[in-house]
């Protein structure tokens, strides 16, 4: 990590909600997910807050190092429609070793959509990459039920 990831890196990100992120988007195969209707859905939401956090970390990591979510808060307040632009802020508050601790807030021209904070952990990509490989070999090996 860099001297510079410190509290207080801010990042906006501007996101037009298209109609395939909307709520019967999300698990197509969910016909409960189909019944509701075309708005952002949270999980979404909650990937486009976590870009957004990301994009605060530019040029404060090694060349090594991601970051993973790890923690999510997050109210969901307000609907979103298709075509409206949700704007999200976020703001690094704590590091505490490797991990982050964002406070976020987004919202469209009609009302705050979300807010609450989003923690993420500073990883080495390659071991963590490593690791993962050992996981699916044993899990191969072992099969599904068994790695429980």
């Not at 870009?51 to 530019?58: G, I, N, V």
């Not at 298709?82 to 601790?101: F, I, K, Q, S």
């Not at 390659?126 to 070999?137: M, P, S, V, Y």
Request: overall charge negative; hydrophobic content about 35%; glycine content about 6%.
């Amino acid at each position: 990590m860099r001297e510079t990831l410190r509290p207080g890196l801010t990042a906006r990100l501007d996101y037009t909600v298209p109609e395939d992120r909307t709520v019967p988007h999300l698990l197509p195969e969910s016909a409960e997910f189909a019944a509701l209707p075309p708005v952002l859905a949270t999980g979404y939401l909650v990937g486009i807050v976590e870009w957004t956090c990301m994009r605060a970390l530019d040029g404060h990591l090694d060349d090594d190092e991601r970051t993973l979510g790890v923690h999510v808060d997050l109210s969901h307040e307000a609907p979103t429609p298709p075509g409206c632009t949700l704007t999200v802020h976020a703001e690094l508050t704590e590091v505490d070793g490797r991990r982050l601790t964002f406070a976020v807030h987004a919202y469209d021209d009609n009302a705050t959509v979300c807010r609450g904070t989003h923690r993420r952990a500073v990883i080495n990509a390659e071991r963590f990459h490593a690791k993962l490989r050992a996981r699916t070999a044993a899990s191969a090996v072992q099969g599904p039920s068994e790695s429980r």
